[in-house]
Nanobody, 129 residues
Framework: VQLQASGGGLAQAGGSLRLVCAASGGTFTGRTFRGLTVAWFRQSPGKERDFVAVTGRGGMTAYADSVKGRFTISRDNAKNTVYLQMNSLKPEDTAVYYC???????????????????WGQGTQVTVSS
C-alpha cells in the first residue's frame, strides 16, 4: 500500500485546510481499502509524532482531545481516499501531518504510531497567528 498525503499549506489562525490521503497499491481494490484503518499523525520539530484522528472499518472515528470539535476525518472508499478537514486552526496545529494505514490495528492501539505499517510522505501545515 502506498499513501500520498497532500493539502497542506499556510493558513491564518481561525482558518481551514483540508488534507487528503490517497491510497494505492499493486493489488489494491476498493474492497480492500474498506478494510484499512487510516490515521493522521502530526509532528513538530523536536517533538514526538502525535495522534490526530483515525477512521476504521464500519465508519469508526476517533480524535485527539486537542482537535476534537475542530477537525473531521472522513473517507471515500470508492476513491481510496481519506480526508482531514481542519477548521478553526490554531498556531499550535503547525506541524508536518502524516497519514498512516494498516489492516490489523486493534482498537486499543489506534492512537499508537508504531502499529501502522504504511506511511505517507507528510505534508506541512503552518498556521500563523
Amino acid at each position: 500500500v502506498q499513501l500520498q498525503a497532500s493539502g497542506g499549506g499556510l493558513a491564518q489562525a481561525g482558518g481551514s485546510l483540508r488534507l487528503v490521503c490517497a491510497a494505492s497499491g499493486g493489488t489494491f481494490t476498493g474492497r480492500t481499502f474498506r478494510g484499512l484503518t487510516v490515521a493522521w499523525f502530526r509532528q513538530s520539530p523536536g517533538k514526538e509524532r502525535d495522534f490526530v484522528a483515525v477512521t476504521g472499518r464500519g465508519g469508526m472515528t476517533a480524535y485527539a482531545d486537542s482537535v476534537k470539535g475542530r477537525f473531521t476525518i472522513s473517507r471515500d472508499n470508492a476513491k481510496n481516499t481519506v480526508y482531514l478537514q481542519m477548521n478553526s486552526l490554531k498556531p499550535e496545529d503547525t506541524a508536518v501531518y502524516y497519514c498512516a494505514a494498516d489492516f490489523g490495528v486493534i482498537t486499543s492501539s489506534l492512537r499508537v504510531s508504531r502499529q501502522y505499517d504504511y506511511w505517507g510522505q507528510g505534508t506541512q501545515v503552518t498556521v500563523s497567528s
